[in-house]
């Protein structure tokens, strides 16, 4: 599976963007997907994740409650709806795919795309 992620930007503290990230292959349905994020001089963190069907979710805390992660496999595009951005939610965003659970360690997963870079302004 090949990713690319897109959509991010520069936005002031409360406003919204959505990254999206599409996938070649034929497999990309059967794939659970995740959003990672990275800030200068950080460890890269789990963002959310979104299991193969879409039937099931996850968040990490910092994010719960202002952001979406969705999918549309007749698509192969995975999305991340970011709503009440705030200025330490700026990283570079990437999207990432496995084949088993959701799980938020990033070395677990298999398939990375590029990193889209998201800054918000206070």
């Known amino acids: 599976v090949q990713l690319q992620a897109c959509g991010g930007g520069l936005v002031q503290a409360g406003g919204s963007l959505r990254l999206s990230c599409a996938a070649s292959?034929?497999?990309?349905?059967?794939?659970?997907m995740g959003w990672f994020r990275q800030a200068p001089g950080k460890e890269r963190e789990f963002v959310a994740g979104i299991i193969w069907s879409g039937g099931r979710t996850y968040y990490a805390d910092s994010v719960k409650g202002r952001f979406t992660i969705s999918r549309d496999n007749a698509k192969n595009t995975v999305y991340l709806q970011m709503n009440s951005l705030k200025p330490e939610d700026t990283a570079v965003y990437y999207c990432a795919a496995q084949d088993g659970p959701i799980i938020t360690v990033h070395r677990r997963y298999d398939f990375w795309g590029q990193g889209t870079l998201v800054t918000v302004s206070s």
């Open positions: 292959g034929r497999t990309f349905s059967s794939y659970t």
